[in-house]
C-alpha cells in the first residue's frame, strides 16, 4: 500500500509574493491613472490658453470696428439734424466743415448752392463703409470635439458657452447690417445697428470678465 506524501508550503513566501503581485498591479493602475490625469490636464490647459487667446483677438477686433460702425447711425442722426423741413440740407458754411472733418469716412461728394443769409443747400453723396468683425470661434469648437472641454468645471463652461452664444448673436445681426446696406435699406440698417450696439457691448463685458477668471478654469 501507497501512502502520498503531504508536502509542506512555505505560505509565508506565498502570501508575500501575493502581496508583491498585488502592490505592483495597484501601483501600475495607480501610475496610469496619473499619467493619463497630468495628458488630461495638459490638454486641458493648451484648450484654454487657445481659448484665451481667441478672445482676447476677439476682444481687441470687436471694440476696433464696434467704435467705427457705430459712427453710422452717429453720422446720419447729426446729418438729420441740419436738415430741413423739406429734407434739404441747409447749413453755413461753418457748420457743414465741422460736420465734414468730423465724418470724413462718410463724405465722398459735396456740392453747394447759396441760398442766402450766410447759408448754403449741401447735396452730399455719402458713402457706408460697414466693418465686417471676425469672431473666430475655432478654440472653442476644437475644444467641444474633442471632449476637453468637460474638464473645465461647470462655472467657467457656463460663462464660456453663455460668452459664444452672445458672439453668435453678434455675428448673426453683422449678417443682417450686411443684407440691409446691400438692400440699401437705411431704416434696418439703422435699427439692426441698434441691436448689435447692445449685443456688442455685452459681448465686451464678457470677453473681459472671462480673461480675468479664466484662470481659475485651470
Not at 26 to 46: G, H, M, Y
Not at 53 to 68: A, T, W
Request: charged share 30%; with cysteine; net charge negative.
Amino acid at each position: 500500500m501507497r501512502f502520498f506524501k503531504i508536502r509542506e508550503f512555505n505560505w509565508k513566501y506565498i502570501f508575500g509574493e501575493i502581496f508583491l503581485l498585488f502592490v505592483g498591479i495597484n501601483l501600475a493602475i495607480w501610475f496610469n491613472d496619473w499619467n493619463a490625469s497630468k495628458t488630461i490636464q495638459k490638454n486641458k490647459e493648451i484648450a484654454l490658453e487657445k481659448i484665451e487667446g481667441e478672445i482676447e483677438n476677439n476682444l481687441e477686433q470687436l471694440v476696433k470696428d464696434h467704435e467705427s460702425n457705430q459712427k453710422i447711425p452717429a453720422f446720419f442722426a447729426e446729418m438729420d439734424s441740419i436738415k430741413s423741413e423739406e429734407g434739404r440740407i441747409i447749413a453755413s458754411p461753418e457748420s457743414m466743415h465741422y460736420f465734414v472733418k468730423k465724418y470724413p469716412e462718410f463724405v465722398r461728394k459735396l456740392d453747394s448752392i447759396s441760398v442766402g443769409n450766410g447759408l448754403y443747400h449741401y447735396n452730399l453723396d455719402s458713402f457706408i463703409n460697414l466693418e465686417i468683425t471676425d469672431l473666430s470661434s475655432i478654440a472653442w469648437d476644437v475644444s467641444k470635439s474633442t471632449g476637453i472641454f468637460h474638464e473645465f468645471g461647470y462655472d467657467c463652461l457656463y460663462d464660456l458657452q453663455k460668452l459664444y452664444n452672445t458672439q453668435d448673436l453678434v455675428k448673426n445681426e453683422l449678417n443682417k447690417a450686411t443684407e440691409a446696406l446691400r438692400n440699401k435699406s437705411m431704416p434696418d440698417l439703422m435699427n439692426t445697428l441698434a441691436i448689435m450696439k447692445q449685443l456688442e457691448e455685452q459681448l465686451e463685458t464678457q470677453y473681459k470678465d472671462m480673461l480675468e477668471s479664466i484662470d481659475d478654469c485651470k
